[in-house]
């Protein structure tokens, strides 16, 4: 199986911990994981930018089709062997989906630290 590519905020603790919990469940190899504290050059030759890739999880997964959001998740969700029922789950159960959906919007926008992240990015 071919590699996804996750971009993740580094600097989000919360980010940070739940990427750190995932690379503990996934196979080596199978899921490469980009650092977007790194700044724009992390994206060099994507069609995203900085901004959106830090308000929104983005997976490039092997096809080279981009996924965003709660789609990203599920995406990554089918590489871990212990949340990959949940992606099935959801895939399978749009009122849940979609309230899941609801629940991460709410979260980005809210997530700590986000605002003054974008303002140190906008200055790079």
Same mark, same amino acid.
């Given at each position: $199986?071919?590699?996804?590519?996750?971009?993740?905020?580094?600097?989000?603790?919360?980010?940070?911990?739940?990427?750190?919990?995932?690379?503990?469940?996934?196979?080596? &190899?199978?899921? !490469?994981?980009?650092? =977007?504290?790194? &700044?724009?050059?992390?994206?060099?030759?994507?069609?995203?930018?900085? !901004?959106?890739?830090?308000?929104?999880?983005?997976?490039? !997964?092997?096809?080279?089709?981009?996924?965003?959001?709660?789609?990203?998740?599920?995406? $990554?969700?089918?590489?871990?062997?212990? =949340?990959?029922?949940?992606?099935?789950?959801?895939?399978?159960?749009?009122?849940?989906?979609? $309230? +899941?959906?609801?629940?991460?919007?709410? +979260?980005?926008?809210?997530?700590?630290?986000?605002?003054?992240?974008?303002?140190?990015?906008?200055?790079?």
């Amino acid at each position: $199986m071919a590699a996804i590519k996750v971009y993740f905020d580094g600097q989000c603790p919360i980010c940070g911990r739940e990427v750190a919990v995932y690379r503990c469940l996934v196979a080596s &190899g199978s899921i !490469d994981w980009c650092d =977007l504290s790194a &700044g724009p050059q992390s994206l060099e030759g994507e069609t995203f930018g900085l !901004d959106a890739a830090l308000t929104l999880l983005h997976v490039r !997964d092997e096809t080279g089709a981009l996924h965003v959001g709660l789609p990203a998740h599920l995406v $990554m969700w089918d590489r871990l062997p212990v =949340l990959r029922w949940l992606s099935g789950f959801l895939r399978g159960n749009a009122p849940v989906r979609r $309230m +899941f959906e609801r629940l991460y919007f709410w +979260f980005t926008a809210r997530r700590p630290g986000l605002r003054q992240r974008r303002g140190r990015v906008a200055r790079v």
